[in-house]
């Protein structure tokens, strides 16, 4: 594996509600590549007169890129309505993402976290569906794996759905805490082509049982009990060649500065990756 590549989700400073300007600053000084931004931030800038074209401008000029962004769009879900709206959504968060130069984008299984035994076929279906909308757009969207959700919880789940799609630009997003949340050794990863894994959400958890365990409890890399050594070896295994992006919920870091949360979150993240090669 090269050196890593750190992006910066914007999850990690949210609760400050910076200016996404600011926040690209920020990054930048700290030692970020990359950012992660969520849509609802994106909006907000366009919403108080801040124009796409200068915030594109103003990343480049800072040393970054926009590698992906994180939004909810209901895409699968068994109601048809619903799932419709869903995909226009996802479509309106495309073209909005596309003008920052971002060519991917998280689909989590938003709408879908309470449902029990859902058919992976009909998601795989659904899947496809929403990659066509990326074609569109030229933007692939990232199939999330997501812990606690009843649905695509486990990295077999999602890896079955973007195989079964049958989509030429199916992926797959994956993050170190909800590995563990969803109960699936992070060495499974190594069975993966690293290729189709443009990112990964890099974060670290205590030792709490992961039945009770919240997104709140996530901690920096290096600070918890996250296997990194096994995580770093299977990604290497793989070929992964991503973006490391550090995705945190944190209230007690919300109390700190942004830049002191940004410059230890890149520190630490560096010291977790490196040290488990």
């Known amino acids: 594996m090269n050196t890593p590549k750190i992006c910066l989700n914007t999850s990690t400073i949210r ?46 000029d800072s040393g970054l890129k926009v590698v992906s962004a994180i939004g909810f769009a209901e895409w699968i879900v068994d109601n048809p309505e619903r799932r419709a709206h869903g995909l226009e959504v996802a479509r309106r968060d495309m073209a909005l993402v596309s003008q920052l130069g971002c060519t991917y984008i998280a689909a989590p299984p938003m709408g879908a976290t309470e449902v029990y035994d859902a058919d992976l076929s009909k998601i795989a279906e659904r899947y496809f569906d929403l990659c066509e909308v990326g074609v569109e757009q030229d933007v692939a969207p990232m199939l999330e794996l997501w812990g606690f959700s009843k649905t695509l919880s486990k990295l077999g789940e999602v890896a079955y759905v973007a195989l079964e799609s049958g989509h030429k630009n199916a992926l797959l997003l994956t993050d170190v805490y909800h590995l563990y949340k969803g109960g699936s050794d992070p060495a499974a990863l190594r069975l993966l082509n690293g290729k189709f894994l443009p990112l990964l959400h890099v974060n670290d958890y205590p030792a709490i049982n992961r039945e009770t365990i919240v997104d709140a409890d996530r901690v920096y890399p290096g600070d918890g009990i996250a296997p990194y050594k096994t995580v770093v070896n299977a990604l290497t295994e793989n070929g992964f060649d991503g973006f490391f992006s550090l995705e945190l919920f944190n209230a007690e870091y919300y109390k700190q500065s942004p830049e002191l949360v940004l410059r230890t979150g890149f520190e630490k993240t560096k010291a977790a990756l490196t040290q488990s090669y």
């Open 15 to 60: 609760e400050h509600k910076l200016p996404l300007k600011e926040i690209v600053t920020l990054a930048a000084s700290a030692g970020y590549v990359a950012i992660e931004p969520w849509i609802d931030e994106i909006e907000r800038h366009t919403a108080e007169g801040g124009s796409l074209a200068d915030l594109h401008k103003h990343i480049e």
